[in-house]
Structures are given as structure tokens and as C-alpha cells.
């Protein structure tokens, strides 16, 4: 289960995601800087004014690097972060100590055994999609049913490496890589922003994408 072999029941996702983030949750911030790119970029990407009192979920808030960063944006919108890992939404509702927003931090799973029945203007993945294996496409139908009229799911994540290390080193964290999410978007959302970027010149690539429902 911990080997380099991508997770093959959402279970054995969800217990691996716990795991790693015990220790991991405690070195986030000081390390993921350096490779998880685009982050600001999709959230200044998003089509709605600042102040609109918007509804918005992250999926895999982690340590709450973006809810911090939308609440900053807009301030009256409500902020919902979902994640499996305890560990890490620890650290989130240390960084969101006195905020404004109306904020929800919900530990669970995302996806169709566990459903929020609520409808949102924005459902934003940071670098979550790429983790949740295999049930990634039930996740994203989910989120698809959870859009208000006129929402859109803001996307960021990693798309590909030539380099062989590197995709086996994020197999070895359950990260899958390979231009598959990429894809998957494009058919089951409108594209208004879908762009692959380089980073360190080329070593991978990452996405942006915003769309809505088709
Ligand atoms: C790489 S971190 C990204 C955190 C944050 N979005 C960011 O950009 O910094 C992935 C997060 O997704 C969460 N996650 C993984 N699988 C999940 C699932 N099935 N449901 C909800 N959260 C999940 C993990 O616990 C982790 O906090």
C-alpha cells in the first residue's frame, strides 16, 4: 500500500493520505513552495469580482495556503474546506485564526459515498486531483453536481514530466502524472482558462483551468 504502486480502492486512498500527512502536515509550508506553481496565479484567474459574497469549496484544502488567500480576496464570500487529513486542517484553522469570512472546515473524504449537499460558485482543486486515485473522475462529477448556475471549478495541478525519476518518485506519493486530468477536463467542462505552463524549463509541467458546466 505504501510502495510505489498508485492506490487501487478509494479506502486504501484515503488511509494513505493519512498517513503521509501526519508527518507531512508539519513540513508543508516550508517545502511545497518550491514546486507547487500556479497557485496564485488560479486564484487571480477567477472570474468574479472581489467582494461578491461568493460560496466556495477547496477540495484537499491541505493546510489552508489557498482558503487564506481567497479570503484576502474576497472577503465576503463563504469559505468551505474539505480534506481526509486531520493533520493537515490543523494547520488550517491555525492559519485562518482571525479571519472575517464565514468559514467550514469539513474532515472527510470529497466524492460520491460522502456527498455535501450544497451548491458553490467556485470548487477549486490545488494539487489534490492528481492524488485521488483512482476515483478522480467520480470526484470531478461531484463536483460538477455541486456548481451553482454559473459556477466554475478552478484547477491547478501537475500535467507531465519527460523525466522518468520524477514520475516515479510522485508515483511513490500516490501522485498520478501523465496528461490524464488535463484531458478529462476539457471534455466534461467549458473551458474559460486552460493553460500548461513549464516548470524549472520543462522538467514538468503544470495546468491552470477554470471551467463550467457543459
Ligand atoms: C498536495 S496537498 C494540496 C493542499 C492544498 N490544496 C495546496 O494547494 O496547498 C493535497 C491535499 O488533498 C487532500 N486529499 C487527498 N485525497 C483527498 C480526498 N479523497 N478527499 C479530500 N481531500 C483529499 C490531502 O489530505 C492534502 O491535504
Known amino acids: 500500500m ?5 492506490t487501487t480502492t478509494a479506502d486504501a486512498q484515503q488511509r494513505y493520505i493519512k498517513h503521509y500527512y501526519r508527518l507531512h502536515a508539519q513540513l508543508y509550508d516550508f517545502t511545497r513552495w518550491a514546486f507547487l506553481f500556479g497557485r496564485n496565479s488560479l486564484i487571480k484567474a477567477l472570474p468574479f469580482a472581489s467582494g461578491q459574497p461568493l460560496d466556495i469549496l477547496e477540495v484537499g484544502c491541505g493546510t489552508g495556503f489557498n482558503l487564506k488567500r481567497l479570503a484576502l480576496r474576497y472577503p465576503n464570500a463563504t469559505l468551505t474546506g474539505v480534506d481526509v487529513s486531520e493533520d493537515m486542517l490543523a494547520q488550517t484553522t491555525r492559519k485562518l485564526a482571525g479571519i472575517g469570512n464565514k468559514i467550514y472546515l469539513m474532515e472527510q473524504p ?15 482543486f490545488s494539487y489534490s486531483l492528481s492524488m485521488i486515485n483512482p476515483q478522480w473522475k467520480e470526484v470531478l462529477e461531484q463536483a460538477a453536481n455541486n456548481l451553482k448556475e454559473g459556477g466554475v471549478v478552478a484547477i491547478v495541478d501537475f500535467h507531465n ?10 508515483r511513490g506519493h500516490n501522485v498520478r502524472i501523465g496528461g490524464h486530468l488535463y484531458n478529462a477536463l476539457q471534455t ?6 486552460s493553460e500548461i505552463h513549464k516548470a524549472y524549463n520543462g522538467l514538468w509541467e503544470y495546468f491552470l483551468f477554470i471551467g463550467k458546466c457543459k
Open 2 to 6: 505504501f510502495g510505489s504502486n498508485i
Open 110 to 124: 470529497y466524492g460520491k459515498e460522502k456527498p455535501i449537499n450544497k451548491k458553490f460558485d467556485v470548487i477549486l
Open 161 to 170: 514530466t519527460r523525466v522518468p525519476i520524477l514520475w516515479r518518485w510522485l
Open 188 to 193: 466534461t467542462f467549458t473551458p474559460l482558462k
